[in-house]
């Protein structure tokens, strides 16, 4: 069965960092572009960063452009989410998901907490 586990998560004081990680299993990782989302208090969920499936291409959203990176190591079956200079909007919890390219398949995790806090 398909299942994306993150790790990485915690508290950490305003310009701090943190690596994320997401670990798949169940499907073939490679076929699959990942993202990362998050979800703060009151706030929609929003897309933060996205890797295609080789890896080739990134995008990220604005408020992060610059202090994250996302990147993956196939081999691994894992996607990292490098989060530098973090500010408390950053707070937030944060989703790994993974899509095939025909968007036939979409899977979830279950969520790491991120509270950036002095």
């Known amino acids: 069965q398909a299942q994306l586990v993150e790790s990485g998560g915690g508290l950490v004081q305003p310009g701090g960092s943190l690596r994320l990680s997401c670990a798949g299993s169940?499907?073939?990782?490679?076929?699959?572009?990942m993202s990362w989302y998050r979800q703060a208090p009151g706030k929609t969920r929003e897309l933060v960063a996205g890797?295609?499936?080789?890896?080739?291409?990134?995008n990220y959203a604005d408020s992060v452009k610059g202090r994250f990176t996302i990147s993956r190591e196939n081999p691994k079956n894992t996607v990292y989410l490098q989060m530098n200079n973090l500010n408390i909007d950053d707070t937030a919890v944060y989703y790994c998901?993974?899509?095939?390219?025909?968007?036939?398949?979409?899977?979830w995790g279950q969520g790491t907490q991120v509270t950036v806090s002095a």
């Open positions: 998901n993974a899509v095939d390219r025909y968007r036939w398949n979409e899977f």
């Open positions: 169940g499907f073939t990782f490679s076929n699959y572009a």
């Open positions: 890797i295609s499936a080789t890896g080739s291409s990134r």
